[in-house]
C-alpha cells in the first residue's frame, strides 16, 4: 500500500490547480454575458428614442379615438348584418330561387333580410338572370339610387359572365361589366342554398367595412 502514497500526494495538487480554472472561466461566462445584456438594452429602440411616439408605451388620444371609431364601426356592421334590405331584380328563372329563398322553407326574415322594391331603401341588390343591353341602363340607375354603402350579389351564370346567352348580340356578358359585383352565386340556376351561402359571404364581407375610420382619416 506504500506505493499509492506518491501516487495520491501527485493527483491533489492537480485537483487543486483544476478547480479555480473551472470558476474563473464561469466567472468570465457571466461577466461577458451581464457585458451583452447590459450592451443590448442601451442599443434598444426605446432607450435610444425615449420620446419617439411609435415606441412610448402611454396611450394617446390618437390611439384612443382610433379604437372607438373601430368599436363603432364594429357595432354598425353587426347591425347591418341584421337588417340587410335586398332589391329584388329578377330577370329570369333565378328569379324563381330568389322567390325560394323568401319563403317558410328558408325563411330569410328571420335573418333580417327583407325584399325592396325601391332602390332607396335597398342595400343590397341581388341580379339575377339574364341582363340584356336594353335593361343595362335600367339596372345601373338603380345601383345609382340606392344609399350607401351598397352591395351587389350576382346570382346565377347569366348575371356572372352571359351564361346559356353569352354570344347573343343583345346580353351583357357579366354584371360586373356594369356596377362593382362584391359575390358571385353560381348556376344555371344556383339553388336557394347556393344564395344562402352567398348572403353568409357577404355578411362576412360587411363585417370589414371600415366605414368611420375612413371618414376620421380623411
Known amino acids: ?3 499509492l502514497l506518491p501516487v495520491r500526494r501527485a493527483l491533489v495538487p492537480k485537483r487543486r490547480l483544476l478547480m479555480p480554472a473551472v470558476s474563473s472561466t464561469l466567472a468570465a461566462r457571466r461577466r461577458l454575458t451581464t457585458e451583452h445584456a447590459s450592451t443590448s438594452r442601451r442599443r434598444s429602440p426605446a432607450h435610444a428614442f425615449p420620446s419617439s411616439p411609435a415606441l412610448s408605451t402611454e396611450r394617446k388620444p390618437s390611439a384612443v379615438a382610433e ?3 373601430t368599436t363603432v364601426d364594429a357595432v354598425v356592421n353587426w347591425a347591418r348584418q341584421g337588417s340587410m334590405w335586398p332589391l329584388t331584380f329578377g330577370l329570369a328563372c333565378c328569379g324563381v330561387e330568389m322567390m325560394h329563398v323568401s319563403m317558410p322553407r328558408y325563411d330569410n326574415d328571420r335573418l333580417g333580410i327583407i325584399f325592396r322594391a325601391s332602390p332607396r331603401q335597398a342595400d343590397v341588390m341581388i341580379v339575377a338572370g339574364t341582363v340584356t343591353n336594353k335593361m343595362a341602363p335600367a339596372l345601373r340607375q338603380c345601383y345609382d339610387q340606392m344609399p350607401d354603402p351598397k352591395w351587389v350579389i350576382s346570382m346565377g351564370s347569366c348575371a356572372n359572365g352571359g351564361g346559356y346567352y353569352h354570344y347573343s348580340y343583345s346580353v351583357v356578358r357579366g354584371v360586373d361589366r356594369l356596377v362593382p359585383v362584391d359575390i358571385f ?11 344562402m351561402y352567398g348572403i353568409a359571404q357577404l355578411h362576412r ?14
Open 205 to 218: 364581407r360587411m363585417r370589414k367595412t371600415k366605414i368611420t375610420r375612413m371618414w376620421y382619416r380623411k
Open 185 to 195: 352565386v353560381p348556376g344555371c340556376p344556383p339553388t336557394a342554398e347556393a344564395l
Open 67 to 69: 379604437y372607438v371609431v
Open 1 to 3: 500500500m506504500r506505493p
